[in-house]
Nanobody
Framework: QVRLVESGGGLVQAGGSLRLSCAAS????????MGWYRQAAGKKRELVAA???????NYADSVQDRFTISRDNAKNTVYLQMNSLKPEDTAVYYC???????????WGQGTQVTVSS
């Protein structure tokens, strides 16, 4: 069993920054890549950023050059540094982990990010 717990969400003004953290516990060895998703009110959940077990990253076009995903394997933690935040970044952000199937099978409970204009 894998447990993911997000933290770091909150309210910030446009142009500001936040850093989200995702702490993993349990059978960590079963987790491969990690990702951050977000879901805004009335919209589908979308993948914002992902990082492989070897450190390769990719980003949604909407956050490229503003967001940075990283991982600290010693702490079993994944981060999402969000800079130059925009009101359209407002959403619930979820941490997700890939199982051996290559599917995001593990999910955190989500953390709210609200960006005011």
């Amino acid at each position: 069993q894998v447990r993911l717990v997000e933290s770091g969400g909150g309210l910030v003004q446009a142009g500001g920054s936040l850093r989200l953290s995702c702490a993993a516990s349990g059978t960590i060895s079963s987790v491969n890549g990690m990702g951050w998703y977000r879901q805004a009110a009335g919209k589908k959940r979308e993948l914002v950023a992902a990082i492989t077990s070897s450190g390769g990253t990719n980003y949604a076009d909407s956050v490229q050059d503003r967001f940075t995903i990283s991982r600290d394997n010693a702490k079993n933690t994944v981060y999402l540094q969000m800079n130059s935040l925009k009101p359209e970044d407002t959403a619930v952000y979820y941490c997700a982990g890939q199982s051996w199937r290559g599917i995001y099978d593990y999910w955190g409970q989500g953390t709210q990010v609200t960006v005011s204009s």
